[in-house]
């Protein structure tokens, strides 16, 4: 609601804003607001990593778990495509509101546990991540047979968390916003922690965060751009006296150099503390991801995810064959409970479960499906076109499917109704699939 207020303002006033929230997506395909520059990494550059991350572990169905903020949900319908694309099922989603109570995380958690699938996707605010893996871990959600993946949304803050959330969440593993190590970086910290024992000596300084690094890069970047704005005005004889920033919400005035300050940001090239940093079209470039594992009082490096850039929908790593993590990228990962073995996935796996598949028995278009009985062998064979496309599907899973072909007859080999009576027996659960007419 904020970066959505600023926004309004900056583009009555005419003003540049950087900030480090983002607003609501515009509903058209134009920059609604392009006075307004995003600091911070795109959240949609980490859906890939996300999707490529669970693929690599060959998890064929997780739980999500957002928190019911517009902003958060905004992400939801990209990350799903993702997952898709990827053979990934979401089989239940669950949301939490920032003001949610204790009670109501452990009354969702509850249900949680009694779902066959234990791979838990965690897309929140680090502001609930103390009430969920607290409370996660009480109910025994974070022992051996559980898996949790965390966005950096929340990963980028382990460092400012209390430590005993971060016992809690031992196993998790997660993306984290990859600053590159650097002697200024070093000496920055090294700074702030000398000035935080002198005048706040209960406040331990472990690790600057992404969004602290970021900030700290654009208001650099924002001085740079009022020098490069400064000199362009002296070479017009245009004094440069600053923005005519409004004074009144009710009453602001569009100013004077705030398209060339805007286009002194969004043209100009910075290296910073994060690296190379640049705002094209209003946002921060992409930067890479860090795959940590979360053991001991903070987390363990355990991979590399490069960057990627472009649109999600239409990142080319969506259509080939190219992974984004091959099996040997990634260290050892201990999960909860300490075991170093990838979780299988769902309790129930599809190899467990015999599919009794309905056939209707046709008089005609036998070259789609037929039934033929041998009385003399007391069998009966199935075949068709379709058929054979089902038989060559289900071939091409990594994974074995059992199954039955069960034709839909009354004892004399008649039909035993119609399709809409074939539906029914899913219903009374006498098939578990219907298929083929």
Request: charged letters at 20%; proline letters at 4%; a positive charge.
């Amino acid at each position: 609601m904020e970066a959505n207020l600023l926004a309004e303002l900056g583009e009555e006033a005419k003003v540049p804003v950087m900030s480090l929230s983002q607003p609501s997506p515009s509903p058209s395909p134009s920059n609604k607001y392009p006075f307004f520059v995003e600091i911070t990494q795109d959240e949609t550059s980490q859906i890939m990593g996300i999707s490529a991350l669970i693929k690599k572990f060959e998890w064929r169905d997780v739980i999500l778990i957002y928190d019911n903020t517009k902003y958060r949900r905004d992400i939801i319908p990209s990350l799903v495509i993702s997952l898709q694309e990827k053979n990934v099922y979401i089989s239940h989603k669950i949301s939490f509101a920032t003001s949610s109570r204790s009670e109501q995380i452990i009354e969702e958690l509850q249900k949680l546990m009694q779902l066959n699938t234990k791979v838990f996707l965690v897309h929140i605010s680090h502001l609930l991540v103390p009430c969920l893996f607290l409370n996660a871990k009480r109910l025994g959600m974070m022992g051996e047979g559980y898996a949790w993946i965390m966005t950096s949304s929340s990963m980028n803050f382990l460092h400012s968390m209390d430590l005993s959330v971060i016992e809690s969440m031992q196993g998790v593993v997660g993306l984290k916003s990859c600053i590159p190590a650097s002697r200024s970086l070093h000496n920055l910290t090294s700074r702030l922690r000398r000035k935080f024992y002198r005048e706040e000596a209960n406040v331990e300084v472990r690790e600057l965060s992404a969004d602290a690094i970021w900030a700290y890069d654009a208001t650099w970047a924002l001085a740079e751009a009022i020098e490069r704005a400064r000199i362009v005005n002296s070479t017009t004889n245009q004094p440069y006296t600053g923005l005519d920033l409004p004074n009144d919400i009710n009453n602001t005035r569009p100013s004077g150099h705030g398209v060339l300050l805007l286009r002194e940001i969004l043209e100009g090239r910075f290296k910073g503390l994060s690296g190379k940093t640049r705002y094209l079209n209003g946002k921060r470039n992409s930067g890479a991801f860090e795959i940590v594992n979360v053991i001991g009082k903070g987390e363990r490096t355990v991979g590399l995810l490069p960057c990627v850039e472009g649109n999600i929908k239409e990142s080319h790593l969506l259509h080939n064959k190219r992974k984004l993590i091959s099996t040997g990228d990634l260290e050892t990962i201990i999960w909860p409970g300490g075991s170093t073995t990838v979780l299988k996935g769902s309790k129930t796996q599809l190899s467990e479960v015999k599919l009794r598949i309905g056939v209707p028995v046709k008089v005609g278009f036998k070259e789609l499906v037929r039934v033929d009985h041998d009385l003399q062998g007391n069998r009966t064979y199935v075949t068709g076109f379709c058929i054979d496309v089902f038989k060559a599907a289900i071939g091409a899973l990594p994974y074995k499917v059992h199954y039955e072909f069960i034709p839909f007859q009354d004892a004399n080999g008649h039909s035993a109704g119609t399709y809409n009576d074939l539906v029914h027996q899913v219903y009374v659960k006498v098939h578990l699939v219907v298929g083929f007419w």
